[in-house]
């Protein structure tokens, strides 16, 4: 054989072989390769959006977390002079009621001083009563004296 036939031979196989890719492989390999290639590229601006959506939902959250902290701090707050409030109230009508058992007890204190008073004075009377009727070893008449003994209790 020789090697001249051969080479045209196998050039003219080659030929073919190349035509025959090109019109019924390649036509398939390079629209699947180009349909791969739009895959990915929407996959990845798929994955740039969930990124973009991703730091904006982070964002979102961050600004609702500080308003929530924001308003619990107000609530705080708010908890705070309330409680201030009740215990100033409290300390105030502590002292009215104090203030009014003080008054009540003075009053009890002052009609006890009265009672005693009073006491005092008829004991006192009835003892100058005695005191008279041994110093002049006769009886003294308390209703017709009365006035007088009044009088004397008043003095003391």
Partial sequence: MNINATL??????????????????????????AERQKKI??????????????ASAQDQVAQEMKAIKEQAAQLIEQANRRASQLVEEAKG???????????????????????ARDTLRAQVAALAIAGAEKILQAHVDEKAHAAMLNQLATEL
């Fill in 8 to 33: 045209l031979g196998q050039a003219i196989s080659f030929a073919i072989f190349v035509w025959f890719c090109m019109q019924y492989v390649w036509p398939p390999l390079t629209a699947a390769l």
């Fill in 41 to 54: 590229a929407e996959g990845l601006s798929a994955a740039d959006k969930a990124q973009r959506d991703l």
């Fill in 93 to 115: 009508q502590a002292q009215a009621e104090s203030d009014r058992i003080k008054a009540q007890a003075r009053d009890e204190i002052e009609q006890e001083i009265n009672r």
